[in-house]
């Protein structure tokens, strides 16, 4: 299934260890390649998928991995797009050689998503992770550790992916097949600073001159919202920002602010 | 009744109201005024509605210099008008007009119209418009005009153009008549009001709602109320912006209540704080200086649904969707 990218913030390792191996378990009666990566050795890891593929011994020899990724990133230092994007790449094309239909993989995220900075480039590489989702055989459920990351980092985590799971979140912002991004959900004056950081987060480092976005799910936007996107467009240089699919309230709101740049596109 | 010549000097504004009896009188409050102006080779703006300019149509085609914006209804929103005759009066200005003749009649509750908005823009007039080479002359038919509506219009109004040998028609703007009040005073003493449909119980009432909260229990009255599509985004923008401004700027708790009938949902939301100190909040945009984030969100209320605002007992904004009267 592709573009099955969500976000776990996980209150101990008991819940990580259950969602894991139920999101895992269910894509190998498919056929997939599944994984755990994780941090540490790999008998500590392999503690957490112990019950995969059990206990009628269905799966296929070597369906079930656990991968240290102290084996090839730092904790304090997040890949950059390119390098992780590559890795998942390497890692989808070798499991579909070895006969699999697909891989599809656990990732406990924490140690990127804590401090601002690393966070900054952490939104930046998964929203690029995320549109590789989009167009190949791989899915993954990203994992942080909630009694290690505070709720503004664990939000901005789950922001940057399609869904969420043990965080209310007030919307989402993710790849789309035919637009620069999606939105989904609710943005109004509360959630602002956190829709100023993913959008200038997943934005960093475009070089395009115009932004489309799909807000074909977006239920409320506020006139704050369209302001950020305005002040985006302003600051990275883009001649236009349009908005696919948003709501009449959404027109009506950028006609009374009189926004240059900002654009409605084929208004629900 | 008439409403003598007066000498306009430029960046003057004057407000003045005429309450007309028939139509022989709208004719005669209109006519010397647009001649006048059209004599002196300065532009007339009108707004009035269809009756109106049926009546006055004669004079209307033999003076120039016309400028027709659309009859206001109830449909219309004061801030909005307030953009689109500032915009008018200003490019007018920049054209080199020294003097504007503006002709126009106001919507209140004896053509469809809820009167709250529409009497803070009568006595925000005098402000917002105060720099403006301006002539205004506010058309009320008697016949049709509220006795209460009628009151605030004198409040509002600096001059009254009254029946010839009254003694007030022609007054100076700085002789203002009597019954004519300070307009920051008068729209921070506004009396509460009641919708009709306040008289029953509420048929939702949330303590210290979200703002998503908010939006849903709206969204789903509106549902009911059988509102069109574009009313209910509006009613939620406007509902939206109403909580958090309580929420950001009121004291709690916040109780937001909402009524609806068959064809209209009304709400209110009360905090216990004193409400915006500005008397023409919602009225005129904020600038956009600064980071351009805040500041809009009564404007863009009082652009969108009727809005009121009762500075009683705390602070309580009702919005209306669907028909703003019963």
Redesign the interface.
């Known amino acids: 299934m592709p573009g099955d990218h969500a976000y776990l913030a996980y209150a101990d390792d008991e819940e990580l260890r259950t969602v894991a191996t139920g999101f895992l378990e269910e894509c190998l009666e498919l056929g997939q390649q599944v994984a755990y990566c994780g941090w540490g050795g790999a008998d500590a890891l392999r503690g957490y998928v112990d019950v995969v593929g059990r206990p009628d011994g269905r799966s296929r020899r070597g369906a079930v991995h656990v991968v240290s990724l102290d084996a090839y990133f730092r904790r304090d230092d997040v890949p950059d797009p390119a390098t992780l994007v590559r890795f998942w790449s390497e890692a989808t094309s070798a499991a579909l050689a070895a006969g699999f239909t697909a891989l599809r993989v656990v990732t406990d995220t924490t140690p990127w998503v804590q401090g601002e900075r690393s966070r900054t480039e952490f939104l930046r590489t998964e929203h690029r992770v995320d549109r590789f989702l989009l167009k190949h055989d791989f899915t993954q459920l990203c994992a942080g550790n909630a009694q290690v990351l505070d709720e503004p980092a664990l939000a901005e985590a789950g922001c940057i992916h399609p869904s969420s799971s043990g965080i209310t979140l007030?919307f989402h912002l993710h790849a789309s097949h035919d637009a620069d991004f999606a939105l989904e959900g609710?943005l109004?004056?509360?959630t602002?600073p956190l829709f100023e950081r993913i959008v200038q987060s997943a934005r960093a480092g475009e070089r395009s001159g115009e932004l489309v976005i799909d807000c074909t799910e977006v239920s409320?936007v506020?006139?704050?919202s369209l302001?950020?996107l305005?002040?985006h467009a302003e600051e990275a240089g883009l001649r236009q920002v349009a908005l696919r699919g948003a709501?009449?309230?959404a027109a009506?709101?950028v006609e009374?602010?009189h926004l240059s740049r900002v654009r409605m596109e084929a208004v629900r | 009744m008439s409403v003598s010549p007066v000498s306009v000097q430029p960046g003057r504004f004057l407000h003045e109201a005429a309450v007309y009896d028939s139509d022989d009188d709208l004719v005669d409050v209109v006519a010397p005024c647009l001649e006048a102006s059209a004599a002196a080779d300065d532009p007339s703006v009108v707004v009035l509605n269809e009756h109106e300019v049926d009546v006055v149509r004669d004079v209307l085609g033999r003076v120039g210099n016309v400028h027709f914006l659309p009859g206001l209804t109830a449909s219309d929103r004061p801030a909005a008008v307030i953009g689109r005759l500032t915009a008018t009066f200003d490019r007018l200005v920049a054209r080199g007009a020294e003097r504007v003749c503006f002709v126009n009649s106001v919507p209140h509750p004896g053509v469809g119209a809820a009167w709250d908005g529409w009497r803070r823009y009568e006595a925000a007039a005098n402000v917002l418009f105060r720099d403006l080479p301006v002539r205004a002359i506010c058309l009320y038919d008697r016949r049709a005009t509220p006795a209460d509506v009628l009151l605030d219009v004198e409040r509002t109004h600096p001059r009254l153009a009254t029946h010839a040998g009254d003694g007030h028609a022609g007054a100076d703007i700085r002789g203002d008549h009597p019954g004519y009040l300070d307009p920051a005073a008068f729209l921070l003493s506004l009396a509460p009001e009641h919708d009709p449909l306040e008289a029953a119980s509420p048929v939702v009432e949330v303590i210290e709602p979200t703002?998503?909260a908010a939006?849903r229990v709206v969204r789903e009255a509106a549902a009911g109320a059988g509102l069109l599509?574009?009313q209910v985004?509006?009613l939620?923008?406007a509902v939206?912006?109403v909580v958090?401004n309580a929420m950001?700027h009121g004291l709690p708790p916040v109780t937001m209540k909402v009524w609806s009938s068959s064809d209209r949902v009304v709400l209110t939301v009360h905090d216990h704080g004193r409400g915006p100190s500005d008397p023409y909040v919602g009225l005129v945009p904020p600038s956009r200086a600064g980071?351009?984030?805040?500041g809009?969100?009564l404007w863009?209320v009082d652009?969108?649904v009727p809005v009121s605002y009762v500075r009683h007992d705390g602070f309580t904004v009702r919005l209306v969707g669907g028909r703003p009267l019963p």
């Open positions: 007030p609710e109004d004056a509360f602002v409320f506020d006139h704050r302001l950020v305005e002040h709501s009449h309230g009506s709101l009374l602010l | 703002t998503a939006r599509r574009a985004d509006e939620i923008i939206s912006e958090t950001l980071t351009g984030q805040g809009y969100g863009i652009q969108l």
